[in-house]
């Protein structure tokens, strides 16, 4: 019986450039040329759902990474320099942001560091839930201007947050790009000083280093040269618990910034362009009518006299209309309504919570001892305080203008349809036709101070009047407002005006009258991100290079092989803190597994571990021992726990119908005596191609961990140990194949495939005979030992 079950098989469209297994769960993400981003089930490799590509985001997927609980996948695009966090549940972004690098790697992973001081962290109840009321759900009623945001519920914004313990996605690109973001959201270091373009990121499990390959060109013309780092990331060890501490702030307020966000897209999308109806009549009415007499004259003749110019008239019943009236007194109505909720609702419940955020984290800067090495400033986390304070200033001003506009339209619009109605002889209830000398004081006001021409405005904007006072707030311009609230006469102005000390005071907000309430926001969210990045400098600067060795030099025919899925390969053993790098080199037309380990543990004898890895003949046993026992080249290699590697083989003189083999090579089979493993001693002037016959060698005859993969040109794999799990990719890189790893005894194993087998007969339609008979045959023939492809039940 062959070692591994295949339970999938699917021939692709597009070419797959990268691939990843969900940590905790059987699902693969696919990232094809087409910038395509797919998410499939194990199970007959069924897909889930697919994000295309996007002008908002980008093209270009070159990188993929699973946050380790599941939920968030990262996506990294080239073209843009940006980084996606996607919804595992469905094809909505919940948050993106842009790097200064096109990005060519990514890893996620989870601090496994356990102190007493971290556990009673994660394990207590964060105070905010107990403090602040838990935000009010986005409404889901009006049409989304840019679908890359998630619009529907403030529940999947709060996914971002994620579990309590420390989570980092770490990112690299070009020209020695490598940046660290704790929760996939919060940068917490900028690493420079690495040369070349990275192609392979690893951070421990301890914080204490982190590992780099990098491709190094000289020039476009010359070869590639594979360089290894180990880089000391200490101080983040050293301050574990409190970076951790301030990575959840900070990832709180990314979150609250990007709900605030979606707060205010939503404001836009309520308010409608028919609310600038009346100034576009008014502007048409003004360059069209013949007389000298003013726009605001023309009107109070019609509030004191009853009677309106026939140029008036023509404009109220043949352009505006009474049922036009109706309407637009009904859409402004229902549109400050709708802004006046979010406002209470969203904006100020969000930034009284981001308040209350930055208002704990300037206090966790004041303690010096153990943050400020960190890079925490407590003036500049003030400065975002104030920032905040000010948008929450505006956001009330916004409330008391929409509040006097709501009142004002209510009683002109009244005022006005019951003119109309006279005008065109039609009954008027006795309800409305009531108006005492208070209701026309006030229609005179508002016709004092909203219908005024004003030709600047109209060099400006295009337009005599701004009767409309609300859209000019939800404007992302840098323009000032059109018309910003009247201030004279107001008692608390005069008084700050006059007062030398509270001018200036850090107790108060500044205020800014003349500008809107998207530009605040903007300059808010300016402020908050330079807050956040002094950190990520300090922490930055903090790594320095403890390790530099360089591998060997690439071939120029390997251009064409996606990025993506170049070797070396890195991994961290989270138990003994070991790091790993494999890779492979071709040696006398045989390409070997080399495996480097480095020992973080200072007692050790032995810091580095190198060992070359060639596979014996364990396929063809007729074969004479005395013949060349190195018969397999590898292709591929990946990790597929701390023990175990899993790769891909060819025969190295490649023949006509040779197929290609999956195995999995136990580290306990190369290291055969722990004791015996020797230093390598590594000559720093040469590459280690150039040392490689100095490289201990080990020749493994596999067992049973073997597969043979018929029909297939396999090239590429992809594997999950946690879920016992890989994926085979072909080297036209669209054929794949999903295995099942390690397989039950035969008597389990064979009560597993009828159970499948009866699941599949109730999922495929009853239509389709021959494929489910198809389908069982292959399952009998995977029993009795032989390998068969079923591409009918995948296409």
């Known amino acids: 019986m062959p070692a591994f079950r295949q339970v999938g098989e699917k021939q692709l469209p597009q070419e797959v450039v990268f691939m990843a297994w969900s940590p905790k769960r059987d699902l693969i993400a696919l990232a094809n040329r087409a910038g395509e981003v797919l998410l499939h089930r194990l199970a007959n490799f069924q897909r889930v759902w697919s994000l295309p590509p996007n002008e908002n985001t980008g093209k270009e997927v070159t990188a993929l990474a699973w946050r380790p609980d599941g939920k968030i996948l990262a996506f990294g695009l080239t ?46 109840e964060d105070e905010s839930n107990l403090l602040l009321p838990k935000l009010p759900a986005l409404p889901k009623n009006y049409s989304t201007t840019a679908k890359i945001f998630s619009e529907e519920k403030s529940d999947e914004i709060m996914k971002l947050l994620g579990d309590v313990r420390l989570n980092a996605l770490v990112v690299g690109g070009s020209s020695g790009f490598i940046e660290i973001y704790a929760y996939g959201m919060f940068k917490i270091a900028m690493v420079t000083g690495v040369p070349g373009s990275c192609c392979g990121l690893c951070l421990s499990g301890d914080l204490k280093s982190l590992s780099v390959i990098t491709e190094i060109q000289d020039s476009p013309d010359s070869e590639a040269e594979m360089t290894y780092f180990q880089l000391d990331t200490s101080l983040l060890s050293s301050y574990l618990p409190e970076v951790t501490r301030m990575a959840r702030k900070f990832t709180h307020i990314s979150t609250l910034l990007q709900y605030i966000k979606l707060s205010l897209t939503c404001m836009c999308e309520a308010w409608e362009e028919i609310l600038m109806q009346m100034d576009s009549r008014l502007t048409k009415f003004v360059q069209e009518k013949n007389t000298t007499t003013s726009v605001q004259d023309e009107f109070m003749q019609l509030l004191l006299w009853g009677k309106a110019s026939l140029e008036l008239q023509a404009l109220l019943m043949n352009q505006l209309t009474v049922k036009g009236l109706k309407k637009l007194g009904q859409s402004i109505e229902s549109s400050y309504s709708s802004i006046q909720k979010l406002v209470i609702s969203h904006l100020q419940s969000g930034s009284e919570a981001l308040l209350y955020h930055l208002s704990e984290l300037k206090g966790m800067a004041l303690w010096k001892q153990k943050y400020e090495c960190l890079g925490l400033d407590a003036s500049g986390i003030e400065d975002a305080i104030t920032a905040v304070g000010s948008f929450i200033l505006k956001a009330n001003e916004l409330l008391q203008v929409i509040d006097s506009s709501m009142k004002n339209f209510k009683a002109f619009f009244r005022w006005l349809y019951v003119a109309m109605l006279r005008m065109s002889e039609d009954h008027v209830l006795p309800e409305l036709n009531k108006m005492t000398q208070k209701d026309i004081t006030f229609v005179a006001d508002f016709l004092t101070e ?14 005599y009047f701004n009767v409309e006072r609300v859209g000019q707030y939800l404007k992302d311009e840098d323009d000032d407002l059109v018309s910003p609230p009247n201030t004279e006469g107001n008692q608390w102005f005069n008084f700050l005006k006059n007062s030398t000390h509270l001018k200036e005071s850090p107790l108060l907000f500044p205020y800014y009258p003349e500008k809107s309430l998207h530009f605040v926001k903007r300059q808010m969210e300016e402020i908050i991100d330079q807050c956040l990045q002094k950190p990520a400098d300090v922490i930055g600067k903090s790594v320095h290079q403890a390790v530099c060795m360089s591998l060997y030099k690439t071939s120029q025919s390997e251009d064409s092989t996606p990025q993506l899925f170049k070797l070396p390969f890195l991994w961290n053993d989270k138990t003994s803190n070991i790091h790993y790098v494999l890779f492979t080199m071709l040696e006398s037309s045989v390409s070997k597994v080399y495996i480097l380990r480095r020992y973080t543990d200072t007692s050790r004898s032995v810091s580095n571990g190198l060992i070359a890895v060639e596979f014996g003949n364990f396929l063809n046993n007729n ?31 490649e023949q006509e119908g040779k197929e290609r083999i999956l195995a999995q090579l136990p580290l306990s089979s190369v290291y055969t005596d722990e004791d015996q493993e020797r230093e390598f001693i590594w000559d720093s002037t040469k590459r280690l191609d150039e040392q490689s016959a100095e490289i201990s060698t080990r020749t493994v005859f596999l067992e049973n961990q073997w597969r043979v993969l018929e029909n297939m040109k396999a090239q590429y794999v992809a594997v999950n140990g946690i879920r016992k799990v890989s994926c085979v990719l072909s080297s036209n890189l669209r054929h794949v194949r ?58």
């Open 79 to 124: 073209d843009t320099k940006r980084i996606i966090l996607c919804d595992v549940e469905k094809p909505e972004s919940l948050h993106s942001f842009s790097v200064d690098s096109s990005i060519t790697y990514m890893h996620w992973m989870e601090v496994t560091e356990e102190s007493s001081v971290l556990t009673s962290f994660y394990n207590a």
């Open 450 to 463: 909203h219908f005024n021409e004003a030709p600047e405005l109209y060099n400006r904007k295009g337009k």
């Open 623 to 653: 074969i004479n021992e005395s013949s060349d026992s190195r018969c397999y080249s590898c292709l591929d290699a990946h990790f597929y726990d701390d023990e175990t590697v899993t790769v891909v083989l060819k025969e190295s003189v």
């Open 738 to 795: 999903v295995f099942e790893m390690d397989v039950e005894d035969d008597g389990e194993a064979e009560e597993e495939e009828e159970e499948e087998e009866e699941e599949e007969t109730t999922q495929i339609a009853a239509g389709e005979p021959e494929e489910l008979n198809q389908s069982t045959d292959n399952q009998d023939s995977v029993c009795a030992g032989q390998v068969l492809t079923v591409p009918q039940l995948f296409e």
